[in-house]
């Protein structure tokens, strides 16, 4: 079956927070821009019951709402959604190809925003109250919801014990299930010895999950002892998962950068080891995975998309394909001295005009250009001609040497 081709300037992998905030800033950039989620609009977020650290919305807000809400003003600035599954990427060159099953998608920058799972238990009934079921993946998503209740936590590592602590100070108890012998734990040792201090925690060593019971919302938890087979039930409000997270990132594999664990690495603008490819939310090796968290990824991703594109399309036509060599001048708004500096080359380009064309760029909000160039200090000249870089100035730019640098 030969797959339909459709072009757009941004294809979004992800219809989570971070890729609807990606969405929002690159449709009111007015980007062609196309958003592929295989399951969910909205993501993990949700499926939470009630999210109440997102800023703006002090009563609380159902993750389904929230998610509601980003979905609509993605599509008022013209965001156009495909529910299907990426089967291959094509990220290297100028061109980017994204397919799915049937369609080949062509653009100028990807922007991912896959996301990933929690790692499950295995035990039986487990996909019955997953979410908003009585089964949770986030204490500060849904630590409020459970005051005053009995929850237990699967998992010693970091999170688990960090999270179980947070819990207590809403839960009236907090039972751990503990896989190893006792006092024996995967976290560090100064939050094992605070946990095991807190009045409002109790671990049940040796044990994992067999199953999870209840009618339409987890009543408990049936733990199974390691040593011992035997089966012991646990009443519960609320099952917290702490025992991993399984980003999303098969497809990129040998692609692109990722971290031990499989996360993808991105610098601080959330951009990859691919040009023209970003990687945000969860999905992207970083220290917090929230919502809020999300949503700056998302901004910072989908602005400098908006920015790669336009200096992609300047630096093709007026400086690698420009009809004659290209003298490039390279400064900061925000620095008088190049601000002056570029009156005189405004002022030169009539005169070289026969010979020369003259490319000015800013970088004060946006290097990309420079960055191409090899360039990282201003104010700088460059001189390019059929598509290469003949020569730089980054030192001593004045007047005199911009003259003895053209010739």
Request: overall charge negative; some cysteine; proline content about 3%.
């Amino acid at each position: 079956m030969e797959k339909k081709t459709e072009r757009y300037d941004v294809v979004i992998i992800g219809g989570g927070a971070a890729g609807l905030t990606a969405g929002i800033y690159c449709g009111r950039a007015r980007l062609k821009t196309l958003l592929i989620e295989k399951s969910l609009v909205g993501g993990l977020a949700t499926y939470t019951n009630e999210i109440e650290n997102y800023p703006g919305f002090p009563q609380g807000q159902s993750g389904l709402d929230l998610m509601n809400l980003f979905h609509q003003q993605a599509k008022k600035f013209g965001v156009k959604f495909k529910l299907t599954d990426v089967k291959s990427v094509s990220l290297e060159g100028d061109t980017k190809v994204v397919e799915t099953f049937r369609n080949r998608y062509e653009c100028s920058a990807v922007i991912i925003a896959s996301g990933g799972k929690p790692r499950l238990t295995g035990a039986k009934n487990e996909e019955k109250y997953l979410y908003d079921k009585g089964i949770s993946f986030c204490a500060t998503c849904d630590a409020a919801a459970n005051t005053g209740k009995t929850v237990v936590v699967i998992g010693s590592g970091d999170a688990a014990i960090e999270e179980g602590m947070f819990l207590t100070k809403f839960a009236d108890k907090v039972l751990v299930s503990v896989m190893h012998d006792v006092g024996i734990m995967d976290c560090n040792e100064i939050a094992k010895g605070q946990a095991m201090d807190n009045p409002k925690m109790e671990f049940l060593w040796n044990t994992v999950p067999d199953s999870f019971e209840g009618d339409d919302h987890l009543e408990g938890v049936v733990l199974k002892n390691l040593k011992t087979g035997q089966l012991e039930p646990i009443a519960a409000d609320t099952c917290f998962l702490f025992i991993g997270y399984l980003p999303n990132t098969e497809l990129f594999q040998d692609i692109l950068d990722m971290s031990p664990s499989k996360y993808l690495k991105t610098n601080e603008r959330m951009e990859t080891n691919i040009p023209g490819v970003w990687a945000v939310g969860d999905v992207r090796d970083k220290f917090l995975k929230q919502v809020a968290t999300a949503v700056g990824d998302g901004a910072v991703a989908g602005y400098g998309a908006e920015k790669y594109i336009a200096e992609s399309e300047m630096f093709e036509s007026q400086i690698l394909r420009a009809e004659k060599p290209a003298l490039v001048y390279l400064f900061s708004a925000v620095d008088p001295d190049a601000r002056e500096l570029l009156t005189y080359i405004e002022q030169l380009e009539e005169e070289i005009s026969p010979r020369l064309s003259v490319a000015k760029v800013d970088i004060y909000k946006s290097d990309g250009i420079a960055r191409r160039l090899g360039i990282n200090r201003f104010p700088a000249v460059a001189l390019v001609e059929n598509g290469r870089i003949v020569k730089t100035m980054t030192e001593h730019v004045n007047e005199g040497s911009i003259r003895e640098f053209i010739g």
